[in-house]
C-alpha cells in the first residue's frame, strides 16, 4: 500500500458528488440536498477537505475526509445558558459540528483529529466564539473516544435526540471551550 499524503483545503463546488456520496456511505442519517449545496458553496457553513495527494489517476484532490461547522448565537442554542450571559454582550457565539467522516480506508492516521484541529483553530480565531460543540449517538465508540482524547467535555446525554428507521437513540453533547469559556 501506498504512503498517503494528507492534505487539508475547503470543500468547494467540485467536491459536491463525493460529499454527497461521502455522507450516504458512512452515516445512518439522510442529508437534505439544500445542506450539500449550502456546504459547497460556504453558505453559513465553514468546512474542511483532507485529500490524498499521492493517489494516482486524477483522484488527487478527491475528499477522503470532511468536517463541516456553522456558527450560531450562543443564546439560540440550547447550551447558551452555560456560558455566562453578558447582556453587554448579546452577540456571542458557538461553533457547532454537523458533520465529521473519514473514508474507511484512511481512518486511524489522525484525519478526524487534524480536520477537528482545524476546526478549534477556527473557532478560536472568532473573538466572539466561545466553544466548539457537537452530538454524537450514543453507540459511536471511535467517534466518543477522539472527542474525549482531544479534550472535549462530555456536558449531557439527550433522550431519544436521534430517530433512524423509527428507533430512538440517545446522543451525547460534546463541548470544547475556546478563549476562555
Ligand atoms: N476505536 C477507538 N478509538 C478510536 C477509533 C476506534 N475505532 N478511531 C479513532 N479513535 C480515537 C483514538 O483515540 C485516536 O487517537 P489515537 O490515534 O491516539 O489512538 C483518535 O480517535 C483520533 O483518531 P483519528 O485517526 O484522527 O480518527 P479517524 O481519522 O480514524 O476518524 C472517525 C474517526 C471520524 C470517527 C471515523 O471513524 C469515521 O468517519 N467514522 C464514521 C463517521 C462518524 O462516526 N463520524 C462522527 C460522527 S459525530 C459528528 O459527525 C458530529
Not at 6 to 30: G, K, M, N, T, W
Not at 153 to 176: A, M
Amino acid at each position: 500500500s501506498h504512503r498517503p499524503t494528507i492534505c487539508y483545503r475547503p470543500i468547494q463546488p467540485s467536491d459536491l458528488e463525493v460529499l454527497e456520496r461521502l455522507h450516504a456511505d458512512i452515516f445512518p442519517i439522510r442529508y437534505e440536498e439544500e445542506f450539500f449545496q449550502n456546504v459547497v458553496h460556504a453558505r453559513d457553513i465553514v468546512s474542511w477537505a483532507a485529500v490524498d495527494r499521492s493517489r494516482p489517476n486524477g483522484h488527487s484532490d478527491e475528499l477522503i475526509g470532511f468536517v463541516t461547522a456553522r456558527i450560531v448565537l450562543a443564546k439560540e442554542t440550547e447550551i447558551g445558558d452555560l456560558l455566562i450571559y453578558d447582556p453587554l454582550k448579546p452577540d456571542q457565539t458557538l461553533v457547532y459540528i454537523l458533520t465529521l467522516g473519514v473514508v474507511e480506508t484512511y481512518r486511524n492516521l489522525g484525519i478526524a483529529r487534524s480536520l477537528i484541529r482545524q476546526v478549534i483553530k477556527y473557532a478560536s480565531s472568532i473573538p466572539t466564539c466561545h466553544a466548539v460543540y457537537l452530538h454524537v449517538i450514543s453507540y459511536n465508540i471511535p467517534a466518543i473516544h477522539l472527542y474525549k482524547k482531544m479534550s472535549f467535555k462530555c456536558i449531557r446525554r439527550l433522550q431519544g435526540f436521534y430517530l433512524i428507521n423509527d428507533q430512538h437513540y440517545d446522543s451525547f453533547l460534546f463541548v470544547y471551550y475556546v478563549n476562555g469559556g
